[in-house]
């Protein structure tokens, strides 16, 4: 608090206006992530692209170092029709676990190979 009185009126006033939108955007992201938390499909989609860029990297390095890129190609397409199955059978409240924890290890260990 000391360190406001030794500031000058211009100071305070662009201190005060950026902690209130900070304090507006810490609102905001809250309600984003509970949303997100909320909403398994939006959830999905935003670590998607993080996951698609490294899958199309990964694939640009093979198809420059000569090795079999079309591989890696058919392995990322194969894990994201896998992964939506999931998705879709977790947002449709599958009625028995025991198949969803099995479609679950079916990936994990397809993911392995």
């Known amino acids: ?10 100071e305070r006033v662009f201190i005060k206006k950026n902690l209130v939108k900070l304090i507006i955007g810490l609102i905001l992201l809250g309600f ?11 959830k999905s989609s935003i670590f998607s692209g993080f996951q698609i860029l490294w899958q ?4 640009y390095v ?6 079999n890129s079309e591989a890696f190609q058919k392995k990322y397409d194969y894990e994201k029709t896998y992964d939506e199955l999931i998705n ?4 449709k409240k599958c009625s028995d676990p ?4 099995e479609i679950n290890e079916t990936y994990l260990q397809l993911k392995k190979e």
């Open 1 to 10: 608090m000391f360190c406001l009185y030794i500031m000058d009126r211009e």
């Open 32 to 42: 984003s992530f509970s949303y997100i938390q909320n909403h398994p499909a939006e």
């Open 56 to 59: 199309r990297v990964v694939v």
């Open 62 to 67: 093979h198809k420059v170092t000569n090795t």
């Open 88 to 91: 879709m059978a977790e947002t």
């Open 98 to 101: 025991a198949i969803l924890t």
